[in-house]
């Protein structure tokens, strides 16, 4: 099945600097890459994706990339704010509509 | 608001007990997902169901069963509860196939269960 792993598992970065976590993948036939935002106390939420037929995709301060090729896509981060602080989890979509989680990045901003 | 409600939020019972966790998805998703997400844990996928159908399966204990009804809410019951079962439960939904079918996961809340 599929394997996500995920890096790093904590990050800690100065207010308005950038972060960038990094998730590899095992299975070449997975289509579909999301990473969900973990608030404290919350659930999981969407907070940009991208599909296996583009390469790059940004949202404001937020962008990831994918690269088929190495089967690796990373979550960007522009002029951190504090409350980007939360837990990032990036996923693998695989054709079987399986969804295999990274095991998270605590990401800390600090004011 | 996702619009997916999971009760209860929170839970304390004994080592041994059955508990019951309930998830509503969201209005016109045909799909439930339950994942387990322990202290500094990542999500571990436990179960899917699609319109009252097992459609996966996870690394779900023996112990632990689920079901969707016909109304599409679902149920995971845990039983002869162990010490390491204490855990955020996370219900997610999505229309699930088709079309309208994204891949983007709807998540509750969660329910948090201790246990003593």
């Known amino acids: 099945g599929e394997n996500v792993e995920q890096h790093p598992s904590t990050l800690s970065v100065q207010e308005g600097d950038s972060a960038v976590i990094k998730c590899t993948y095992s299975d070449s036939a997975s289509n579909y890459f999301p990473w969900y935002k973990q608030e404290l106390g919350k659930g999981p939420q969407l907070i940009i994706d991208?599909?296996?037929?583009?390469g790059e995709k940004k949202d404001q301060r937020i962008a990831v990339t994918l690269n088929k090729t190495a089967k690796h896509f990373s979550l960007h981060i522009t002029e951190t704010q504090p409350e980007d602080s939360a837990v990032y989890f990036c996923?693998?979509?695989?054709?079987?509509?399986?969804?295999?989680f990274g095991d998270g990045t605590t990401l800390t901003v600090k004011p | 608001d996702s619009g997916v409600t999971q009760t209860p939020k929170h839970l304390i019972t004994a080592t041994g007990q059955r508990v019951t966790l309930r998830c509503s998805p969201r209005?016109?998703?045909?799909?439930v997902y339950w994942y387990q997400q322990s202290l500094d844990q990542g999500l571990q996928f436990l179960i899917q169901?699609?319109?009252?159908?097992?459609?996966a399966k996870g690394n779900i204990l023996e112990r632990f069963s689920a079901q969707q009804f016909p109304d599409l809410h679902s149920e995971l019951n845990l039983s002869s509860l162990e010490l390491g079962d204490s855990a955020l439960y996370f219900c997610?939904?999505?229309?699930?196939?088709?079309?309208?079918?994204?891949?983007?996961?709807?998540f509750g809340e969660g329910s948090r269960l201790t246990v003593l």
């Open positions: 209005s016109g998703d045909l799909s």
């Open positions: 996923a693998a979509l695989s054709l079987a509509g399986k969804s295999t």
């Open positions: 169901y699609y319109n009252g159908e097992e459609r």
């Open positions: 997610a939904s999505s229309v699930g196939l088709g079309d309208r079918y994204t891949g983007e996961l709807f």
């Open positions: 991208i599909r296996s037929n583009v």
